[in-house]
């Protein structure tokens, strides 16, 4: 009975995936050259292909060349799928982008609900912006019921995350909490360090 080297059958489809991958980032630093090189229309065709691979990266580098109509005509349709396809891809750069955008639009469809979701995301993948507006959120109650345990525990976690405006604001938020809402805050504030990235 022969016996399988497992080492070798599991190499050779690591090898080959670390080769995909070194492929993909020489050829997004080759758009990213030629972006900045000005070759707009080279590096919207590389990003085009990174981004139709599923490259978050190249997705939100596309959006915003059809946002702002470089290297090609404007497209704003175009540009928000890519945003999307980009942001529900896991780059926190376009999440941020398009909570903002939502934030900035009240006249899109659910654009609070919309500004939320992403900020939260964006939270939870460990931006520190993200969690420093999603604070804001819960303390202004703009697109969420005010709740000032939440704002204070997003604030922490900015603060954590290396935002040191968050600082000054979390001092504060923490002033107006009671005993029983900051222990509720630190049992909160510990599940989250344990689920952010």
């Known amino acids: ?28 630093r080759k758009a990213r050259s030629a972006y900045e090189a000005g ?6 065709h590389i990003f085009e292909q990174l981004s139709n691979a599923g490259d978050s990266q190249a997705q939100y580098d596309l959006s915003q060349m059809y946002l702002q109509g470089i290297g090609t005509n404007k497209n704003l349709e175009k540009g928000w799928v890519w945003m999307n396809r980009a942001a529900n891809g896991g780059n926190v750069q376009a999440m941020l982008e398009l909570a903002v955008r939502y934030q900035k639009s009240p006249s899109l469809e659910n654009s609070e609900q919309m500004a939320f979701m992403w900020f939260q995301k964006a ?8 969690q420093y507006n999603l604070a804001h959120l819960y303390e202004d109650g ?5 709740d000032l345990v939440q704002a204070y525990v997003w ?4 603060h954590n995350s290396g935002n040191p405006m ?3 604001e979390a001092k504060q938020l923490k002033a107006k909490l009671s005993p029983a809402e900051l222990d509720k805050a630190d049992v ?3 599940k989250l360090k344990k689920a952010l990235p």
């Open 188 to 190: 909160m504030i510990s």
């Open 1 to 28: 009975m022969r016996l399988i080297n497992w080492h070798s059958v599991i190499r050779v489809p690591f090898v080959f995936l670390l080769a995909c991958l070194l492929i993909a980032c020489s050829d997004y």
């Open 142 to 146: 703009n697109q969420t019921p005010v």
């Open 123 to 130: 939270a939870m993948a460990g931006s520190a912006a993200g």
């Open 155 to 158: 604030m922490v976690l900015s």
């Open 166 to 168: 968050a600082a000054s």
């Open 39 to 44: 070759e707009y229309t080279k590096a919207l």
